[in-house]
């Protein structure tokens, strides 16, 4: 989607390296997610920030930590990736760009493309 | 957070109208019932959002009941190419989070 973007698109990587995936939107949205696919579980979220430094646990953020330290980046590590961490990453962004509810405004999640890892 | 309930999976044929329920219990009283679809390879994408009764738009529409505890998506003559998954969630769409759980959502699949 146009105005949210996630680097690298594909990555493999070794057992035990550190990874460390890319988000960056140019909305200025004050909400953005870090989310898992895999096949039988749909997506899971893993951590989520509310705003530049703010961030929380999502339901399976063992393994993973994330920083914000601008409004439009943010970044999911992986400290010492595991096979169990081969997945698709999704990236999402939800909110008006001023944080304040606008009456009518279409809210929910704008989603990246989604970045493919591989942990060998 | 107020959790989903899907069907797992439906088939139908081109130029039918399929229809996909969700219950959603729980949902509170600031909650909103969106719908998205995902193709693979891709992230989901928006197709609709409502609160209460009928909302339509160019692609779908949305059934939501007075006591908001079930939604229906409905996809009018759909085609091969709607062959998707479809996730029904609710949240708040107050604030601007939109902090909510995935279920797995429903496998549509459209046949000739």
């Known amino acids: 989607d146009a105005g949210i973007t996630q680097s690298p698109r594909h990555k493999v990587t070794e057992t035990g390296t550190p990874v460390t995936l890319r988000c960056h939107q140019t909305?200025?949205?004050?909400?953005m997610y870090w989310y898992r696919q895999d096949p039988g579980h749909g997506l899971r979220l893993i951590h989520y920030?509310?705003?530049?430094?703010?961030?929380d646990k999502g339901e399976v953020s063992d393994g993973y930590s994330v920083s914000r330290s601008k409004t439009e980046d943010f970044l999911l590590t992986l400290e010492s990736a595991t096979s169990s961490q081969t997945s698709v990453y999704f990236c999402?962004?939800?909110?008006?760009?001023?944080?304040?509810?606008?009456?009518?405004?279409?809210?929910?999640?704008?989603f990246g493309s989604g970045t493919r890892l591989t942990v060998v | 957070l107020a959790k989903t309930t899907q069907p797992i999976s439906m088939d139908s044929y081109e130029g039918q109208e399929v229809n996909i329920t969700c219950s959603h219990n729980?949902?509170?009283?600031?909650?909103?019932i969106t719908w998205y679809q995902q193709f693979p390879s891709q992230g989901p994408r928006f197709i609709i959002q409502?609160?209460?009764t009928k909302v339509t738009n160019e692609v779908a529409s949305l059934f939501i009941p007075a006591d908001r505890k079930s939604s229906t998506l409905s996809l009018p003559r759909v085609s091969l190419s709607d062959t998707a998954v479809y996730y029904c969630?609710?949240?708040?769409?107050?604030?601007?989070?939109?902090?909510?759980?995935f279920g797995a959502g429903t496998r549509l699949f459209v046949k000739a």
């Open positions: 999402a962004i939800s909110g008006t760009p001023t944080g304040v509810a606008i009456t009518g405004y279409r809210n929910g999640y704008t």
């Open positions: 909305e200025n949205h004050r909400y």
């Open positions: 920030s509310y705003g530049v430094k703010d961030t």
């Open positions: 729980n949902i509170a009283t600031n909650d909103y």
């Open positions: 409502g609160y209460k």
């Open positions: 969630l609710v949240g708040d769409n107050g604030t601007g989070g939109f902090k909510t759980i």
